[in-house]
């Protein structure tokens, strides 16, 4: 559990009140949080919205319209990093992971995190022009859910499938977080007979 406000002292874009585009977390880590969740402990501010995307629709629409794009999205692996509090952590990962039944399993989207990594020229433009489709969509309003968080609303959702943001803002704006490990989720679903 964490909690969080404005601080520019922290190299953390989640620290600052400019506007964090549609991402997901923990793309540097081999075991990126299932659920997170965000309470709004102080709210006397103006802005500050929190964005929710689907990646799974903009996968969709991604496969339907764009195919070129889906294969590079789905096939390049990309490298996260996290620097900071005594470890260095990396991973890789496709921006849409598909499973071996070719569904979508897992979106992970982070420019804020993304670490340098080298293909061959071609690819790499292909990737960028991916790239470039997939964060335009996903800051596109048609696609994103936006609501201001009020004290003492908390909002749970899936760090698998569904991408979140937060528009700027001005004033204080404190908030609470926590993540839970997605097999733990799973577990307790398969126990509840959810899934
Ligand atoms: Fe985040």
Known sequence: MWTF???????????????????????????????????????????????MVDGFKLANEIKQKYKKHFKTLTTTKVKGSYIGDGV??????????????NNFE??????????????????????YKAIKVFDTMANQKQYQWRHILKPGELLIFNNWRVMHGRGAFSGIRKMAGCYINKEDFDSCCRMNNII
């Open 106 to 127: 897992q979106i992970s989207f982070n420019n804020y995190d993304r670490a340098p990594f080298r293909e061959t020229n071609k690819k790499t433009i292909d990737f």
């Open 5 to 51: 406000e404005s601080n520019n002292k922290k190299a953390d874009s989640a620290y600052s009140n400019q506007e964090l585009r549609p991402h997901t977390d923990s793309t540097y880590s081999n075991d990126a949080p299932g659920l997170q969740l965000l309470l709004c402990c102080k709210y006397e501010a103006k802005g500050g919205d929190s964005i």
């Open 88 to 101: 260095l952590l990396e991973a890789k990962r496709p921006i849409i992971k598909l499973n071996e039944k």
